[in-house]
């Protein structure tokens, strides 16, 4: 018996509705907990994002309650605030409640409703046979320790780095998910090939990448591969906050420092030149090069969407396998970390 029949029958609605939300063509986070100051508040069903036009994208959280007695009315203040503080485009309930009530109040506060009738027949026409891993069944084959730092478990990054969907989704999230994708790269060739949970780590971690970007690339579209380039190495290099920020927080820290010695053991221009030699040194030209390209930001989100099921698909697939459009990104993340390509793919 699969995991998912063995979850409880809220697991079974959520299963069925994201493969309902990926047929639409949204990409689709199962899951995904909202915290706030190392404290968990609350998870979030679904998290939905499409690409609608080139400068316009939507996102929308879905909660999901099937139960005997939904609360629905409850529901829809409870998804209204939490899409206004989490600044997502709408939100979706679905529930077992059938009142044309329930329909009609969301209707007034902009929330969608789909009822207990909808909810009902696409529970009774899911099938598993479309060759995803379950939630449930993902979280079981991630709960390991890396082979090469045994205090890293993969099901902890793969939370972090869903959580990230919700408050990084620019250039903080970008660079993060580079992280994971170096270690999960470097734990993959440790393991010889053999860690399943590193594979699938470096395809989320990719899809989410992939995510950032798109997402930023909306509001630099319109600007020349050159423009564009440059807005990607600031991006790389600084973060969210660019370039400026970044120097104006180096002057502050200077500044600081300055006043807490006694002794003259640097001198701020000296110190000034070293960091930001340091933050030049950091190799963005590469990934910044790549994904300026027109056709790369073109198919983006797709690209992101087809990373995912990798890393859901029941058959993993290694990288030497894979499409060979999917397979220039694991080049280029590789020889972003001089990696020999060979080792990969």
């Known amino acids: 018996m699969s995991a998912l029949k063995k979850a409880n029958k809220g697991a079974m609605a959520e299963e069925a509705l994201r493969h309902y939300f990926l047929s639409l063509g949204f990409f689709v986070a199962r899951g995904v907990k909202f915290h706030f100051q190392g404290y968990e508040i609350t998870d979030i069903d679904l998290w939905l994002y499409n690409k609608e036009t080139t400068l316009t994208r939507d996102i929308i959280n879905v909660d999901i309650k099937n139960k005997k007695t939904p609360q629905a009315i409850e529901r829809i203040f409870w998804a209204r605030g939490l899409q206004k503080i989490l600044e997502f485009n709408r939100c979706i309930i679905v529930t077992t409640d059938k009142r044309n009530t329930t329909r009609e109040f969301g209707e007034m506060h902009n929330v969608t409703i789909l009822d207990g009738n909808f909810l009902n027949r696409l529970i009774t026409n899911y099938s598993e046979s479309h060759g995803l891993l379950s939630e449930e069944e993902i979280s079981k084959?991630?709960?390991?320790?890396?082979?090469?730092?045994?205090?890293?478990?993969?099901?902890?990054t793969y939370e972090k780095c869903k959580r990230n969907l919700l408050d990084n989704l620019n250039f903080n999230g970008a660079n993060k998910y580079l992280n994971v994708i170096h270690d999960s790269l470097e734990d993959?060739?440790?393991?010889?090939?053999?860690?399943?949970?590193?594979?699938?780590?470096?395809?989320?971690?990719?899809?989410?990448?992939?995510?950032?970007?798109?997402y930023k690339g909306r509001l630099f579209s319109s600007l020349s591969a050159e423009e564009r380039k440059i807005n990607l190495i600031d991006g790389f290099r600084y973060g969210e906050s660019g370039k400026q920020r970044a120097n104006e927080i180096l002057k502050t820290a200077i500044t600081l420092a300055e006043q807490a010695t006694r002794e003259n053991l640097f001198t701020r221009s000296l110190l000034e030149?070293?960091?930001?030699?340091?933050?030049?040194?950091?190799?963005?030209?590469?990934?910044?090069?790549?994904?300026?390209?027109?056709?790369?930001?073109?198919?983006?989100?797709?690209?992101?969407?087809?990373?995912?099921?990798?890393?859901?698909?029941?058959?993993?697939?290694t990288p030497d396998l894979i499409e060979p459009n999917l397979k220039a990104y694991i080049g280029l993340v590789v020889d972003h970390f001089k990696i020999d390509r060979k080792t990969i793919l």
């Open 141 to 156: 084959i991630l709960d390991v320790p890396s082979y090469s730092n045994s205090k890293l478990n993969w099901l902890s």
């Open 188 to 214: 993959y060739l440790v393991s010889s090939k053999r860690s399943e949970a590193s594979l699938r780590i470096l395809y989320f971690a990719l899809s989410y990448l992939m995510l950032c970007i798109d």
């Open 273 to 317: 030149k070293e960091i930001e030699k340091e933050l030049s040194a950091y190799p963005a030209e590469g990934l910044a090069s790549y994904f300026s390209r027109s056709d790369i930001l073109k198919f983006l989100f797709d690209s992101s969407k087809q990373f995912h099921s990798l890393a859901l698909a029941k058959n993993l697939q």
